[in-house]
């Protein structure tokens, strides 16, 4: 099982004691949430900073990218973090797994919950 922290609620000026203080104590992900402010509220991380956090703490990293059209997001994401989720619910979900594996890293499908388990596709893993 892998564990990864999110800063989403730590306040900026706090996130680098944190996260060095979580990675003391044992913790060796994070987890980035970022959002255009249309699919899901405003908030999470940009991916420079997100970049700048991790380096700084030289832990993993894995990103959840809540965009209507998640592709356009993915390679900033993909040079720091080794998985990254988008949303079935996006505009070009297939078109954005397709680019994160290219760039390297592994692709991942996030489902709202409000999306009918029927409207997944049973092949998905394969993509």
């Known amino acids: 099982m892998r ?3 999110s800063l989403w609620s730590v306040p900026a000026e706090d996130r680098l004691t944190t996260a060095l203080r979580l990675r003391d104590a044992g913790l060796r992900r994070l987890h980035w949430d970022t959002t255009d402010g249309s699919f899901a509220a405003a908030g999470g991380f940009p991916p420079d ?7 700084a703490t030289g832990l993993s990293a894995e990103a959840h990218v809540m965009a209507h059209r998640a592709g356009r997001d993915v390679d900033a994401w993909t040079t720091f973090c ?8 996006s ?4 078109e954005a797994l397709v680019r994160i594996e290219r760039r390297g890293a592994t692709p991942g499908l996030a ?3 409000q999306t009918r388990a029927a ?3 049973a092949d998905v893993a394969v993509l």
């Open 82 to 89: 080794d998985l990254v989720f988008v949303h079935i619910e």
């Open 119 to 121: 409207d997944v596709p």
């Open 91 to 94: 505009d070009d979900w297939q």
């Open 49 to 55: 900073s997100a970049a700048e956090l991790a380096s």
């Open 3 to 5: 564990i990864a922290g």
């Open 111 to 113: 489902v709202s919950p």
